[in-house]
């Protein structure tokens, strides 16, 4: 009977598991994002499987699944937790890797790259140092292993509905101290918990009394969902569009004119139409241009309109040129 049982949540978990198509038309630029990444950052994906599909009913979110960015192995600094993640890691020394608790896999350590299909963002611990970052991901790291828990994400769905119309079995254990198997975890919750650890705030309850002081509550790790992350307002929210307007040249969209060049106030100038080498025959004669009546001309030159002297013996004088500018008018 348990072989069974056991043999139905395998097909069930294959079921609720396998992603459906990406959308077509990108959101996010993946490169970009994996450039901009640091260590500690939570990355926050829109998945397309029928469970992503079911957290985000239940948590009224885009945001079904949450992963912490560990980095490179290089980027780790300690010796003894870089030796776990290789162990649990048999890839590429040069993958960019994430921590993340997933349905039917438990809490693995996985490559950025799973997914470049999906639409993601970075939500980034504002101000959290280098060491608390490394606290943080030795947290995850050892959880290593660790089972999924479907039955938060059940207990998150019932939690929705009145207790008065569910029997007493089916009601909700979240706020049960210690409840249900302490070896299983979800992502949000295992990234509450490692944050917890260096009291990095994600959506504290800040009491603040009458003399003016306040104080912080830590809120149960287990009612934290991905889209946390992205509604407190101790991460930063950072988006890669796929397109962004930013990346295109406005200055391509100036209303250039190629009528006229302006010169300055006074002036204007029409550019001369751009010549154009020509391939002639052979067989075709070339006319050449008179460069000396081309000069005359640029140069103002003009041949004066007087009749032209003859000397003695009755041949023409020679020709008198001046600037057309300086003729005598009148």
């Given amino acids: ?16 598991t396998k992603d459906g198509p990406p959308s077509p038309s990108p959101l996010c630029d993946f490169n970009r994002l994996g450039f901009e990444l640091r260590i500690g950052d939570v990355i926050l994906v829109e998945g ?11 948590t009224q979110s885009p945001w079904s699944h949450s992963a912490l960015y560990i980095g490179r192995l290089y980027d780790i600094k300690d010796a003894d937790l870089r030796s776990v993640i290789e162990y649990h890691y048999d890839g590429d020394p040069q993958d960019q890797l994430i921590i993340e608790a997933l ?3 438990g809490t693995i350590i996985s490559p950025l790259s799973s997914y470049r299909r999906d639409h993601l963002r970075i939500c980034r611990p504002t101000g959290l140092s280098p060491d608390d970052a490394e ?16 039955r938060q994400i059940l207990d998150l769905a019932r939690f929705f509905f009145p207790w008065s119309f569910l029997p007493g079995r089916w009601r909700s254990s979240l706020f049960q101290h210690n409840a249900g198997n302490p070896t299983r975890t979800v992502c949000s919750t295992l990234l509450a918990e490692a944050f917890g650890v260096v009291d990095f705030p994600i959506l504290p309850f800040i009491d603040r009394a009458d003399d003016g002081s306040v104080r912080f509550f830590k809120r149960n790790p287990r009612l934290f969902a991905p889209r946390d992350f992205d509604y407190s307002p101790y991460f930063s ?6 397109l ?4 295109i040249g406005l200055y391509h969209r100036l209303p250039w004119t ?13 550019p001369a139409p751009s010549k154009v080498l020509k391939v002639v025959p ?15 001309e640029a140069m103002g030159l003009a041949e004066l309109e007087e009749p032209v002297a003859l000397d003695e013996s009755g041949a023409p004088g020679p020709r008198h040129y001046a600037f057309s500018f300086l003729r005598r008018r009148g």
């Fill in 258 to 270: 190629d009528e006229d060049v302006y010169n300055d106030e006074l002036h204007g100038f029409n």
């Fill in 237 to 242: 929210i950072i988006k890669y569009p796929y």
């Fill in 103 to 105: 349905m039917g896999r």
């Fill in 135 to 150: 606290t943080v991901i030795g947290y995850a790291v050892k959880h290593l292993g660790w089972d999924y828990d479907l």
């Fill in 48 to 58: 397309r499987s029928r469970v992503s599909e079911v957290i985000k009913m239940i």
């Fill in 244 to 247: 962004g307007v930013n990346d």
């Fill in 1 to 16: 009977m348990r072989d069974l049982l056991r043999w139905l949540y395998d097909k069930a978990t294959v079921w609720l």
């Fill in 282 to 296: 052979e067989d075709e004669e070339i006319e050449v241009p008179d460069e000396t009546s081309e000069v005359e």
